[in-house]
């Protein structure tokens, strides 16, 4: 970058050259070495400048939640399926349009059937409209069959059927469930039932997830996703109980 304030010299040098006057014009030469000396300390300002050091890159942002913090994920008015005052809370955030979620709803399965007595799962909705474009209905009409006692039945049905969640689609199911259908309907759209999926996201994002399904086991991420993933994590949680 010193080659920029050289070229600079070079020129002011060139300028005052051109610019020679007989002695009788001092005045005026004043004037140009004062320019000169002007010129040459906003081209130093530029050179160091140019020479400082870039400023360091912002750390990336996370990938996701922090494996070894533990979150506090309160149930709200999720539904429970398992043991209704089980030790152990499994929470899973995930969007019914997702084909990784359809794949570990068997996991949820296994661990509760692991640990009928101590393990409880609570859904939390995540719908990833961006690339999910049926998502967020599905889960409103998930909350919405759940106004009709049916929200499990309904969970269900949708990920069965996940590559068919438009809103004709939503209401064969509810009839399929024998719900109210306008009751249906109109709980489906309403600002209450958009709400509940908006309070889902917004924990969501507190919490870091950044994709589905994300689960967490009393609060900390399931990093293994298998039944001995959630093993590893609950029986010394159970243990330390037992001692305590």
């Given at each position: 970058?010193r080659v920029i304030a050289r070229l600079g010299?070079?020129?002011?040098?060139?300028?005052?050259?051109?610019?020679?006057?007989?002695?009788?014009?001092?005045?005026?030469?004043?004037?140009?070495?004062?320019?000169?000396?002007?010129?040459?300390?906003?081209?130093?300002?530029?050179?160091?400048?140019?020479?400082?050091?870039?400023?360091?890159?912002?750390?990336?942002?996370?990938?996701?939640?922090?494996?070894?913090?533990?979150?506090?994920?309160p149930v709200g008015s999720s539904d429970i399926?398992?043991?209704?005052?089980?030790?152990?809370?499994?929470?899973?955030?995930?969007?019914?349009?997702?084909?990784?979620?359809?794949?570990?709803?068997?996991?949820?399965?296994?661990?509760?059937?692991?640990?009928?007595?101590?393990?409880?799962?609570?859904?939390?909705?995540?719908?990833?409209?961006?690339?999910?474009?049926?998502?967020?209905?599905?889960?409103?009409?998930?909350?919405?069959?759940?106004?009709?006692?049916?929200?499990?039945?309904?969970?269900?049905?949708?990920?069965?059927?996940?590559?068919?969640?438009?809103?004709?689609?939503?209401?064969?199911?509810?009839?399929?469930?024998?719900?109210?259908?306008?009751?249906f309907k109109a709980d489906m759209n309403s600002?209450?039932?958009?709400?509940?999926?908006?309070?889902?996201?917004?924990?969501?994002?507190?919490?870091?997830?950044?994709?589905?399904?994300?689960?967490?086991?009393?609060?900390?991420?399931?990093?293994?996703?298998?039944?001995?993933?959630?093993?590893?994590?609950?029986?010394?949680?159970?243990?330390?109980?037992?001692?305590?």
């Open positions: 970058m010299l070079l020129l002011m040098t060139a300028a005052i050259a051109s610019a020679c006057t007989p002695p009788d014009n001092s005045a005026e030469l004043a004037e140009i070495s004062q320019q000169q000396k002007q010129i040459l300390a906003k081209l130093n300002a530029v050179e160091k400048q140019l020479e400082r050091p870039a400023a360091a890159p912002p750390p990336p942002r996370p990938s996701g939640p922090d494996p070894e913090k533990k979150y506090e994920l399926k398992g043991a209704k005052d089980g030790a152990i809370t499994i929470v899973e955030f995930s969007d019914y349009q997702c084909p990784f979620c359809s794949r570990v709803e068997p996991l949820i399965a296994d661990a509760l059937a692991a640990y009928p007595t101590q393990a409880r799962f609570v859904y939390k909705h995540f719908p990833l409209e961006s690339i999910h474009p049926h998502a967020m209905g599905a889960s409103q009409a998930a909350i919405a069959a759940q106004k009709q006692g049916k929200f499990w039945e309904m969970h269900e049905l949708l990920f069965a059927n996940q590559r068919a969640l438009q809103p004709e689609k939503l209401v064969e199911y509810a009839q399929q469930l024998g719900l109210d259908i306008e009751k600002e209450e039932v958009k709400q509940n999926v908006r309070e889902d996201m917004r924990l969501a994002s507190t919490v870091g997830v950044r994709g589905t399904p994300t689960i967490f086991v009393n609060g900390k991420v399931l990093r293994n996703r298998s039944i001995e993933g959630f093993k590893e994590m609950i029986d010394p949680i159970l243990a330390t109980a037992a001692n305590g």
